[in-house]
Every structure is written in structure tokens, then in C-alpha cells.
């Protein structure tokens, strides 16, 4: 442990086949240099720590390889090991952020005009190449313009939408992929093999989870949990170090808010909160969690979620308690409120009403249902009234549910069936005029009714009601 190195460093790949989730980059690549098609300019871009700059140096190394095999290079001969250890002399590498005036260009203009000194090709990898200034982009657009025949630029930026389109234009473009979390897990689990170091899945996952995406900073977190735990990174241990809550407690969350027990939540949530638990990441995770729910429910496929085994377990049989439309409505809370949240001055207080809401946002909507089933029989009693004969000998029993008897448990399905009862309603009133409309049989765009088959799901009670009133104006229905 004593000689133990930054993994991210000590584990970089040193091949195209050893690159995680770049396979369309990396093969594409691979093919040009077999091929002997290779651009005198690209452009990589994508997300910190996906290995943009990783890749750039790879291709410099098969570029000057002198034992290629195809495609990659060998990482034995002089050319190779040199690159890899950061001296080769054709080999420049520039962090556009802190060299990014017109002099670093001129400085790149006059290295460019030598032959390069041991390999074919001379390279310049610039990072972050959006950083650079207009004049220094002038500069450099004028070496893309004509570059010698050995000149190779590898530009880099986490932000290709501030590079001018002159400069673009003139480059092969790869766009990266956020690195997907198993295979980051993958690459926890063999480094820590490789280190001798026990790791539980579910420390894996939480890694790999941290990393965002980015293998650098997952990889950053791994050597964070070596320190602190040693040999043995256990779960318990690493959640406490980096003070990060129990992915149980979101179970608990999640049974408070299934219950509506404004009560329970609150005095659990502001238990944890005594113990100094961030509420960004409290935010997150309880977003996350209905995510998860929200998926297991609805594609019934636990795999699909960044999670272990264990939890992947729990999370389908607690989706078995909810319903589509309930995880849908509670995570479009969490969606509304996410940016006032963000820069909310009081993020606690703000996140307790925010989870008295989640409590009482399936309340409501059973509260709905059944307005929408007290207006439902309200309109039938007018309609009735008003067509009194000519609707039962139009109309059975059978044909028009009947209000109360409903089984459906949401206001859409509610609404949809309500809807389906004012268009058979519509249809005898046309027939009662002796015209057949062929509008009716859609149920679009009728001017009396609006769009009653909307398949827009009301998200609001305020916008529940409103298409209520809207349905069943029944004054304004007497009129006709
Ligand atoms: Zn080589």
C-alpha cells in the first residue's frame, strides 16, 4: 500500500481497446490508421473525464508506432514509451485554459513549421480548446488552413459549441459518451482485484455512481475509500465517510409517502437532517429514488437500474405498492421544484413542503376522482332531465356506465370514461337532429366539447378542475 499510486493515472488506458464506452471513436479511429485515411485535425468532444485527452494520446502513439499491430500501437517500442511517459519530443501537449492568448498559438505556428525529430507526424493535443481567445483562434485556423503534410491536431473541449464553425469545419469531429456505470464498475472491481483490495458490490456502485459518468473522477473516489478504508472497503464504512445517507432511508421515504404520513416524514426527515446530511443530495436521491421505482414499475425490468442486486430486489416489490400514474405525478414534483430548490435560500424548509406534497399528492387525487364522479352523476341528472324519453330509447343502462360504479382509480382514467360517456351522449343528440356527424366518431376538435380525449395527462388540481368545469358546463350544455 505504501507505493500506492493514483489509480486514474496508474490505470489509464494505453490502447484503443482498452478505452471504455468510445467504441465508435475508437474503432473509427482504428480503422483510419489501418486504412492509412487519417484527418490532419479532429475534434473531441464530450464530458470531463471520458478520455478525450486519453485518446488523443493513443492515436499519437499508433501514428508513430514503429511495430503497429493493427491499428493499435504496441507500447513497447521507443516511440510508444515515450509518448506515455510524456517526453516525446513530437508530442505537445496544451491546456488551452491557462494558454489560451495568441502568443500560445504563435509559439504552436512556430514549432509547426519544423519537421518533427523521431516519429512522421508532429502532434499538437490542445485541451479545452474553447478557452482560446478570437485572435488565437484566427491563428490556429490559419494552420489547419494548410497544414504540413507531418502536422496532426487533436483538439479537446468539454464545450464544442464555443469553437467557431471556421475551426470545426475544418476537423474530423467525435463527440464522447458519458461513461456508462457498469462499465465504470467494471473498472472499479479490476483495479481493486489488481490491488489486492476487498470491495462490496455495493461500494462498487456507489463509486461508480460518484463518478458521474466520468471514470477520472469515479476512479478519484476509489482512491479516496482505499485511504480511508484500507484494504476492505465495506459499504457501512465507506457511506459514513463520505457522509453520504443510507440508500435504505429512501425505502422509508418512499413508504411515508405511499401511507401520506405528513407526520412520520417530517420527523424522520428532519432526524436525518440533524446528523448533517446535505440536502442537494437528499434532494437527488429521493428524486432518484422515484426514478428507480418509476422504472422497475413500469418496465418491470430491474436490470435496467445503476443499482446492486440487493436493491435492485427491493426496488420491484416496492414498486408493487405504487402506480404508474402516482410515481409519474410524484416525480413531476420533484421536477417542478428542482431549480428553486437549487437556489432556494432555505433548502430545508423548502424540502419539507416539498415532501408534505408528495405525501398528500395521492390524497388529492383520490379527492379528484371523486369530484369528478359527483359531477359525472350532476350532468347525467341535467341530461336526463332536459332529454328526458328520447335518451332511454336511444340509451341502455348498459351503455352509459353509471356514475359510482366506476372501478377506475385515476382521475385520467376517470376522465377518459367520462369522456367517452359525453361522446355516446353527443352521438344520440346528433341522431335526435337527424345528422349522423362524422366528427362525432373521433372525438376531436368538437367545438362544443373541446378535446375530451386528450391524452395529456392533467397535472395540476387547478388544470384537473378547470378541464372539469370545461366538460361539464352543464348550463352552458342546457343551452343548445
Ligand atoms: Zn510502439
Redesign the pocket.
Known sequence: MSNYKVSARKYRPQSFSEVTSQEFVTQTMKNAIISGKTAHSYLLSGPRGVGKTTIARIYA?AM?????KNGE?????N??EEITNGVHPDVFELDAASNRGIDDVRAIQDAAKFFPIKGKYKFFIVDEVHMLTQQAFNALLKILEEPPPYLIFILATTNPEKIPATIVSRCQRFPLQRIRINEISDKVREIAKEEKIKIDDESVFLIAKLGDGALRDALGVFDMAVSFCGENIKYNELKSFLNIPDKEIYFNFSEFIRNGDIKSILTYFNELEEKGFDMQTFFNGITEHLRDLLIVKSTSNPELLDESDSFREKYSSEAENFTTDQLQRLLKVMFETENRFRYSSNQKILLESILAELCTINRDVHDLSEIISDLTSLKKKSLTEESGEELNTEKTEDEIPVSGSHSSDTPEQEAKSTAAEIKSDKKIRSKKNGKESLSDKSGYGDPDYGDLKSDKKPSKETEIIEKLKELFDVEEYKKE
Open positions: 502513439k508513430n508506432c514503429t511495430n503497429l500501437p504496441c507500447n513497447k517500442c516511440s510508444c
